[in-house]
């Protein structure tokens, strides 16, 4: 996650296809826990009109794993046609995340200028 002040929304914290997964993974899991594969996050990317958000196969996966690391998702590993595959969850919802990026940036700003 990089913050970026000249944006808005989650265009602060991520790329506009970052954002666009997110959302999508969000939206998914509103009901049930569902979970994504990158196959299925690079499918949904490229079903897009939004040309902008169209990635390489290797930037969806280098991505959701990213969100692993900073704790925005976390995944399961399912057994599938060609070995084990990862299926990416939401590790908070939208509320819960808001609290933890504000919470993350006041103690990186506190630590940086005590």
Same mark, same amino acid.
């Given at each position: 996650?990089?913050? %970026?002040?000249?944006?808005?929304?989650?265009?602060?914290?991520?790329?506009? /296809?970052?954002?666009?997964?997110? =959302? $999508?993974?969000?939206?998914?899991?509103?009901?049930?826990? #569902?979970?994504?594969?990158?196959?299925?996050? *690079?499918?949904?990317?490229?079903? #897009? @009109?939004?040309?902008?958000?169209? +990635?390489?196969?290797?930037? &969806?996966?280098?991505?959701?794993? %990213?969100?692993? %690391? @900073?704790?925005?998702?976390? /995944? =399961?590993?399912?057994? !599938?046609? !060609? !070995? *084990? $595959?990862? &299926? *990416?969850?939401?590790?908070?919802?939208?509320?819960?995340?808001?609290? $933890?990026? +504000?919470?993350?940036?006041?103690? +990186?700003?506190?630590? &940086?200028?005590?």
């Amino acid at each position: 996650m990089k913050f %970026d002040t000249s944006q808005k929304g989650l265009y602060t914290l991520f790329k506009p /296809y970052q954002s666009a997964l997110l =959302e $999508h993974i969000w939206g998914l899991n509103s009901q049930t826990r #569902t979970g994504l594969t990158s196959s299925q996050a *690079y499918t949904f990317l490229w079903q #897009t @009109d939004n040309r902008e958000l169209r +990635k390489s196969r290797a930037s &969806v996966i280098f991505s959701l794993n %990213d969100m692993v %690391d @900073d704790g925005t998702l976390e /995944y =399961e590993e399912k057994s !599938g046609k !060609g !070995g *084990y $595959h990862r &299926v *990416y969850y939401p590790a908070m919802n939208r509320e819960e995340f808001a609290k $933890h990026v +504000k919470k993350t940036i006041t103690n +990186k700003l506190n630590e &940086v200028f005590p």
